[in-house]
């Protein structure tokens, strides 16, 4: 049996607490469900996955507010939109590579 008393060292002064609680919680955009396509690189940068760095892109989505932007794998995104507007930024005339994270400015 335990002995429903507690030790004095065990208390806390009481504090009052002033953060806002919300209601509803944000919404996040499910790229899936939104059919949209990359518009815009605005950033890279390399993600260390094991003994890997992997290239990432902060993108923006056609049809999804500027601030609705994400962190994709460039790979993935590059294979899963091959024909998307974001990847034409600075492609030479003629076609070419077009944009990848390591001659992105």
């Known amino acids: 049996m ?11 002064p009481f504090t009052e607490d002033y953060t806002p609680v919300f209601e509803n919680l944000p919404v996040l955009t499910d790229l899936e469900a939104a ?5 815009e690189i605005i950033d890279h940068s390399k993600v260390k996955k094991g003994n890997t ?3 990432q892109v902060k993108l923006t989505w056609v049809g999804l507010p500027d601030n609705a932007v ?4 460039y790979n993935v ?6 024909e998307a507007a974001a990847w034409g930024q600075a492609a030479p005339q003629g ?5 990848t994270p390591s001659n992105h400015q």
């Open 2 to 12: 335990i002995h429903p008393v507690f030790h004095i060292s065990q208390l806390k």
């Open 35 to 39: 059919n949209t396509t990359p518009k």
């Open 53 to 55: 760095a992997i290239p």
């Open 70 to 73: 994400t962190w994709e794998d």
């Open 77 to 82: 995104v590059k294979n899963r939109f091959p």
């Open 95 to 99: 076609g070419g590579g077009g944009v």
